[in-house]
């Protein structure tokens, strides 16, 4: 058996009544599209400074359909179709349209899939931008996910000066088969998931800032980590360099920006100062997305302030960092699936060419709690279900899902353990305070 509460192999989550996907439907994503509103008021100066009257007009129009959007949203009304010009706007439409044939029903917000709706709503926001002439690379996020960024500097001071102590010990003497490496690779690599709790979305935009130090935090939250594939996941990454040595190349599926990106950048450096990996390919969202995610922008804006910060730790890693994008060691990657409605059992038949891009990585790491949702396709799983079950056949290459569970699903657990958790920690399984280091291999 594979679905808690249906048997029904398509059991999707519907924000029905007393549900999560209900309460965030009802209470987060409206609070989210508030604060877009009043940013957007607030901004108005700003925005005729920088965009001119033509932008500050435009401005009110997005805030006027952003109201819009919360009032169709609270009343339950019918999803509409997407008014833009951007290239994915017809696969959107044709989205919507089969949702109703499917359905027989017009897709309504309490009465489609929480995650279709959920993303649909970030997808609404790009709409109103995309509409105006001047503000369509406008970031309605921009500030929080910088203020976000701005209260963690001390965590990230404390840690960036951890990695280029690391960097010294490893460049003078450190072997490859030493002990060490393990504990380096693991430390790392559970600062990065931890990282994870920093999101936006879950918080309705309210600042979470890491202020305590990340390398002491990970070992009281040793128990917290459900599922712990860490030495999997090194031996793939010895597997692979056996097999392409100097080639091997990791996917990186980012989520938020922030002191989470900042703890990916660092678990990236630490797997090429350990030589696990040679090429890393970061993917970021190609708009603003579930408040935040990391776009482009965010990945520049975060090397620039480390580069421009009076502390010597931030400008070196800022310049080390620098000289791999420069060197194509790193790239930054656009792709637009990961803002459409789908989930990632149907990219090889949706986008083969992602596909195909992901399959010539020999990791891929997913960041993440959306990325999770996405990979399981956001259904009632059972929690024993083997996670490779539930990803559906996707698999371009070795999965490590690196993910704080902020949703209600989840998978690959051993027989009980889920219950037992729930006993003492009723929220676990949206809380952020559980964590999962998951492999799949094909
Ligand atoms: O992907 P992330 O940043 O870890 O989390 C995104 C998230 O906060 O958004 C949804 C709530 O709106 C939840 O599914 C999830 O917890
Ligand atoms: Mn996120």
Redesign the pocket.
Known sequence: MQLRSSNVATASKVPTLQS?AYK?VKD??PV?LTKVIDLLFRERNNIANIYGEVGKEEGKEVTGKCSMLRNEMQTNKPLKLLEGKRSDVIIWNDYLRKQTEEMKKEPRWFEAA??YV?CYMYRRIQDAFDLTSKLQDFDPFKNSKEMAFQSSLDAALYFGKHILTTIEQLQQKLHKDSPEVFEHFQLFLQVSLWG?KC??????GQNVAQKESPVEQIHKLQDQILVNDTRKLLEILHQANHDNPNKVTLSLVL??AGF?LFTDLCLVEILQQLELVTFVNFYVKDMPW????ATEQDFLWILEVLGKSEHQSFQELSKIWIEKLQQKLWTIEKEKYWTLPFDYSVMEEMDPALYAKLSASQVIIF???????KLTG?RQWDFETPFQTSLQGFLPAPICAL?????DTVTGLSPGQGESIAKSFPDWM?S?DFGLIQIATP
Request: cysteine-free.
């Open positions: 999560f965030t987060r994503l989210i929480w995650l959920e994870n999101d936006l979305s879950i918080s309705a989520d938020n989470e579930y408040v935040s995610d960041k993440g709690d959306l990325n999770y949702r956001d993910r704080t569970l902020k949703a949206i952020g």
